[in-house]
């Protein structure tokens, strides 16, 4: 019972920035974790980042390890993801995710049961 709305994406140019973020409203006291997944086209869904509820612990993926960075605000229900050096490598759609109940360390797919809708992002070199 957590819906999720994506908000940021865009289209730019490689090495510039983008800050995608993501608005939780419901049950959001319940989550776990939450997270950000992408997928390109005609690609599988894959892990990107995602932080705990409790204790604030980041994880990334090895793409985008130094150059994207994850956040919460709590007050706001929401979460960021800031995005820099992007690369054409990085275009897909962008989506969140919430856990209620999962497996630690909480970047699988099948540990979120909440998703938002998807936010496109598209980097050109």
């Known amino acids: 019972q957590v819906q999720l709305v994506e908000s940021g994406g865009g289209s730019v140019q490689a090495g510039s920035s983008l800050r995608l973020s993501c608005a939780a409203s419901?049950?959001?006291?319940?989550?776990?974790?939450m997270g950000w997944f992408r997928q390109a086209p005609g690609q599988e869904r894959e892990f990107v980042a995602r932080?705990?509820?409790?204790?604030?612990?980041?994880y990334y993926a090895d793409s985008v390890k130094g150059r994207f960075s994850i956040s919460r605000d709590y007050a706001k229900n929401s979460i960021t993801l800031q995005m820099n050096n992007l690369k054409p490598e990085d275009t897909a759609i962008y989506y969140c995710?919430?856990?209620?109940?999962?497996?630690?360390?909480?970047?699988?797919?099948?540990?979120?049961?909440?998703w938002g809708q998807g936010t496109p992002v598209t980097v050109s070199s």
């Open positions: 995710a919430a856990a209620i109940r999962g497996s630690w360390p909480y970047s699988y797919r099948g540990d979120y049961e909440y």
């Open positions: 419901g049950r959001t006291v319940s989550t776990v974790a």
């Open positions: 932080i705990t509820t409790s204790g604030g612990i980041s």
